[in-house]
């Protein structure tokens, strides 16, 4: 039985991780669990309270099939969390859960992944999401509004790539108050960890403690589960109440996609080659713009002030270069929000060589009489003259924002030595 659960928190109360952690634990008691899911939907929704994440518990019937007075305790549980955990008053909190049975997730396995991608790349209306949910025979619960349907179901319907978060909660006495954290054991944990956990520090900064009152503590990211079992001994902090290890699709890009620019529409997330051809600008408020083009269209691609040094490889590039932008597309101004860049070649520069064999300088005398040395007098055709190849101050390769400015889904590109694909 999978259970789909989200949009329960405001940025002043709770975390649908904690009503996820919350119900793990007790279901764990009577019933086989898989690792729970944190699942990133797309990020350009509007109406997000944070990264916009929703979760999934699973119940693993190998052994036992649940009976339908279990299903009805599960069901009445879930619910009885899910309300005690949210909060009704924030007008954009609008809880959803669905309950999916393992015969139906099986036998709509193909519908599932096909919606997971739109939940990534497209803006779903809450009918929409009911549409699949009675196509695949779930349940599904509305408050308000209902879209926590939109991502409950997404949560369910994830598929790998996928990496660990593990999530530790601080008592319910302390949400609201400043998290006590010892940052060198933060970076001690981060050097001896990295790269198997990852996006730990920016810089000597640590940015695994989240800024809003919610009850998390701390979330630690990783390639697996032992390391993240190893980190809880390395970081000391505030009293732990709970922890939980989450199977994620943060740091995997799962919300890019290959496009060619024509293809390219508002509200969601690609990676489009081009050539440069406006060379990057700066614009107001600390923000670099710079135009890319492939055999189809134009587009702007821009690097936010927040991405800091980042922005100083963006200024090298110049017409000519040939680029891969990974990001995300806003609607208005309609633009690549840069998160990654791939340079792939950069254009030759050259410089003529004026100087002569004898030391002298080579002038030009113009197109037609070329170059004469003032002191020899030696004569070189215009389209004669030597080049020299000027060194670019920046090297072909991959390039990414510092990372307290990527997003969940981003994936680091120290990632890409590892295969992420086989995590489940
Ligand atoms: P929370 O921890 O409460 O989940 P959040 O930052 O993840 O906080 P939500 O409060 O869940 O954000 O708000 C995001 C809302 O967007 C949810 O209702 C979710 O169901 C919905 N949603 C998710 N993906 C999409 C999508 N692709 N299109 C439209 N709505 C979506």
């Given at each position: 039985?999978?259970?789909?659960?989200?949009?329960?928190?405001?940025?002043?109360?709770?975390?649908?991780?904690?009503?996820?952690?919350?119900?793990?634990?007790?279901?764990?008691?009577?019933?086989?669990?898989?690792?729970?899911?944190?699942?990133?939907?797309?990020?350009?929704?509007?109406?997000?309270?944070?990264?916009?994440?929703?979760?999934?518990?699973?119940?693993?019937?190998?052994?036992?099939?649940?009976?339908?007075?279990?299903?009805?305790?599960?069901?009445?549980?879930?619910?009885?969390?899910?309300?005690?955990?949210?909060?009704?008053?924030?007008?954009?909190?609008?809880?959803?859960?669905?309950?999916?049975?393992?015969?139906?997730?099986?036998?709509?396995?193909?519908?599932l992944l096909?919606y997971y991608?739109?939940v990534?790349?497209?803006?779903?209306?809450?009918?929409?999401?009911?549409?699949?949910?009675?196509?695949?025979?779930?349940?599904?619960?509305?408050?308000?509004?209902?879209?926590?349907?939109?991502?409950?179901l997404g949560?369910i319907a994830s598929?790998?790539?996928?990496?660990?978060?593990?999530?530790?909660?601080?008592?319910?006495?302390?949400?609201?108050?400043?998290?006590?954290?010892?940052?060198?054991?933060?970076?001690?944990?981060?050097?001896?960890?990295?790269?198997?956990?990852?996006?730990?520090?920016?810089?000597?900064?640590?940015?695994?403690?989240?800024?809003?009152?919610?009850?998390?503590?701390?979330?630690?990211?990783?390639?697996?589960?032992?390391?993240?079992?190893?980190?809880?001994?390395?970081?000391?902090?505030?009293?732990?109440?709970?922890?939980?290890?989450?199977?994620?699709?943060?740091?995997?890009?799962?919300?890019?996609?290959?496009?060619?620019?024509?293809?390219?529409?508002?509200?969601?997330?690609?990676?489009?080659?081009?050539?440069?051809?406006?060379?990057?600008?700066?614009?107001?408020?600390?923000?670099?713009?710079?135009?890319?083009?492939?055999?189809?269209?134009?587009?702007?691609?821009?690097?936010?002030?927040?991405?800091?040094?980042?922005?100083?490889?963006?200024?090298?590039?110049?017409?000519?270069?040939?680029?891969?932008?990974?990001?995300?597309?806003?609607?208005?101004?309609?633009?690549?929000?840069?998160?990654?860049?791939?340079?792939?070649?950069?254009?030759?520069?050259?410089?003529?060589?004026?100087?002569?064999?004898?030391?002298?300088?080579?002038?030009?005398?113009?197109?037609?009489?070329?170059?004469?040395?003032?002191?020899?007098?030696?004569?070189?055709?215009?389209?004669?003259?030597?080049?020299?190849?000027?060194?670019?101050?920046?090297?072909?390769?991959?390039?990414?924002?510092?990372?307290?400015?990527?997003?969940?889904?981003?994936?680091?590109?120290?990632?890409?030595?590892?295969?992420?694909?086989?995590?489940?």
């Amino acid at each position: 039985m999978y259970i789909g659960i989200d949009d329960t928190d405001s940025r002043e109360n709770y975390c649908t991780t904690y009503v996820g952690t919350i119900l793990q634990e007790e279901l764990q008691k009577n019933y086989k669990m898989d690792t729970p899911k944190l699942i990133r939907m797309n990020p350009m929704v509007k109406y997000k309270t944070r990264g916009n994440g929703g979760v999934c518990l699973r119940i693993i019937e190998d052994e036992k099939k649940l009976d339908e007075s279990e299903i009805e305790s599960i069901r009445k549980l879930v619910i009885e969390m899910v309300e005690k955990f949210s909060d009704f008053d924030c007008e954009n909190t609008n809880p959803g859960i669905v309950f999916l049975s393992e015969e139906n997730y099986q036998k709509h396995e193909k519908t599932l992944l096909n919606y997971y991608n739109s939940v990534l790349y497209d803006i779903l209306k809450v009918e929409d999401s009911e549409k699949v949910l009675n196509e695949i025979g779930a349940e599904y619960i509305k408050y308000k509004k209902g879209h926590g349907i939109i991502g409950a179901l997404g949560a369910i319907a994830s598929k790998p790539p996928f990496t660990y978060e593990l999530l530790s909660y601080r008592k319910s006495e302390k949400w609201g108050t400043e998290r006590e954290i010892d940052v060198d054991s933060i970076l001690k944990m981060d050097s001896e960890t990295f790269p198997f956990t990852f996006n730990n520090i920016d810089g000597k900064k640590s940015i695994i403690t989240p800024h809003t009152p919610c009850p998390v503590l701390y979330g630690i990211r990783g390639i697996s589960r032992e390391i993240l079992e190893k980190v809880k001994n390395i970081v000391k902090s505030d009293e732990l109440d709970k922890c939980q290890i989450f199977i994620t699709n943060q740091g995997t890009d799962a919300h890019l996609r290959f496009s060619k620019i024509k293809d390219i529409y508002p509200d969601t997330g690609v990676i489009s080659y081009g050539k440069i051809i406006e060379n990057p600008k700066e614009i107001a408020g600390g923000h670099v713009l710079f135009k890319i083009k492939d055999s189809t269209g134009e587009i702007d691609c821009i690097a936010y002030e927040p991405t800091k040094e980042f922005r100083n490889i963006v200024r090298k590039l110049i017409c000519g270069d040939l680029v891969g932008v990974y990001g995300t597309v806003r609607e208005e101004p309609f633009e690549i929000n840069v998160e990654k860049l791939k340079v792939v070649t950069l254009r030759k520069i050259y410089e003529k060589n004026k100087f002569c064999v004898c030391g002298g300088t080579l002038k030009a005398k113009g197109l037609k009489s070329g170059y004469k040395c003032k002191v020899c007098g030696k004569r070189v055709n215009y389209d004669e003259i030597e080049l020299n190849e000027l060194k670019r101050d920046i090297k072909e390769g991959f390039y990414e924002v510092p990372p307290s400015a990527r997003r969940h889904l981003s994936k680091p590109i120290v990632l890409y030595d590892f295969n992420l694909e086989t995590i489940n």
